[in-house]
């Protein structure tokens, strides 16, 4: 099954160093974020196998800190143990990059479903639950929020 990943950017906006950032299409949340960020990512499509986002980031390797997966939902419609080899690849490929998630699961929601919280296990940071702009921005020590723009 596909990955659905539409793009990729280099960035200094989602993370605290220089990331390379994954974008997942198709969002299953209903109803969608208020102010959600990327609406052209909620239905699924693909423009980049898994091998060319590899590609990608071992042509950049050197000045990147951060792998940040994005969408769209990257825990949402895709095969999530596809997706945790995927992970896993660029965590054993590249052990000195950290890896980011942003999702619009909360964390409950998240430890509800085993093969979500084993994607997180293998993730360094992580922001979570759905962006409403009319919340103030919360932020705890163990990475989790309850708004963000994904
Ligand atoms: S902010 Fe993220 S989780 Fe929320 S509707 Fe947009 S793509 Fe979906």
Redesign the pocket.
């Known amino acids: 099954m596909s990955l659905y990943i539409a793009g990729y950017d280099i960035s200094l906006q989602s993370a605290n160093g220089i990331a390379f950032e994954i974008y997942f299409a198709g969002?299953?949340?209903v109803p969608?974020?208020k102010?959600?960020?990327?609406?052209e990512?909620?239905e699924p499509f693909e423009n980049f196998s898994e091998e060319e986002i590899l590609k990608a980031i071992d042509e950049r390797k050197e000045f990147l800190d951060y792998v940040v997966l994005?969408?769209?939902?990257p825990l949402?419609i895709r095969d999530l143990n596809v997706l945790y080899d995927f992970i896993s690849l660029i965590r054993v490929t590249y052990p000195d990059l950290m890896i980011k998630l942003?999702?619009?699961?909360n964390k409950k929601q998240i430890e509800e479903d085993p093969l979500k919280l084993k994607i997180l296990s293998i993730c360094d940071e992580w922001f979570l639950g759905?962006?409403n702009p009319d919340k103030p921005k919360l932020f705890e020590k163990n990475n989790v929020t309850v708004n963000?723009?994904?």
Do not use: A, R, V
Not at 35 to 39: A, L, M
Not at 102 to 105: K, M, Q
């Open positions: 969002c299953p949340m969608k974020c102010g959600c960020h990327n609406p990512l909620w994005m969408g769209g939902e949402g942003y999702s619009g699961y759905p962006y963000k723009k994904c």
